[in-house]
């Protein structure tokens, strides 16, 4: 290396960073400027680029098998097969896509209704994940004889019940998500009684 040039070393925000200082042309010293304490380091704010954090790694047959789905997508048998085995239980049907009346359906062009008919297919699947997530959590209740104390449910049941209700919470909104959208495509195709009709049926059904 030239001796001329200064040796820059980047560390790490905790450590700190290394900065050259020159005592003559020829003799560079490298001097470390420490890091900011943390009131200072909130006085600049936060970096725009915030590390992401991972989750612990999962066992490695699922993985394998979830980016394959990913990849190349779930055979149509299967598909139908899971979807009809996770109906949407008794007393939570709002899970299911809304439905359009008839009258509506036939005032939409084709290419809309073929989008819509999409969505509604990605409908589905959440309503039948939703359904599987309700039931496993009735499945752990239940293996405790049914009680609803948590008292009598070991920590890791509890933890488990937080898990899957957290994906609930996540893909009920995810489904209110997809509704929002149909609804906003088929008012802006339709006319204004029609849209009257439409506002009652998606938030009803």
């Known amino acids: 290396m030239d001796p001329a040039q200064p040796n820059h070393k980047v560390v790490g925000e905790v450590s700190g960073t290394e900065v050259p200082k020159t005592d003559s ?14 009131e200072l380091l909130e006085a600049i704010g936060e970096r725009v680029a915030q590390e992401r954090v991972m989750a612990s790694a999962i066992p490695q047959s699922i993985a394998i098998r979830i980016e394959d789905i990913l990849k190349k997508g779930l055979p149509k048998e299967e598909r139908e097969k899971l979807l009809k085995a996770h109906a949407p239980p008794l007393n939570c049907t709002l899970i299911d896509p809304p439905k359009l009346n008839e009258e509506i359906k036939a005032s939409i ?8 008919e999409r969505i509604v297919e990605k409908q589905k699947k959440i309503s039948a994940c939703l359904s599987s997530l309700g039931s496993a959590i009735s499945d752990i209740l239940d293996s405790n004889t049914g009680t609803k104390d948590s008292r009598k449910l070991s920590p890791s049941q509890i933890s488990l019940i937080k898990k899957l209700s957290e994906t609930s ?3 009920a909104d995810l489904q209110r998500d997809e509704s929002s959208t149909r609804r906003s495509l088929i008012l802006a195709a339709i006319s204004a009684s029609q849209k009257k009709t439409l506002k009652s049926e998606l938030s009803d059904e």
């Open 169 to 171: 919470r996540l893909l």
């Open 109 to 116: 062009s084709e290419p809309l209704s073929k989008r819509d």
């Open 25 to 38: 042309a020829k003799h560079p010293v490298t001097t470390v400027v420490e890091d900011l304490d943390t």
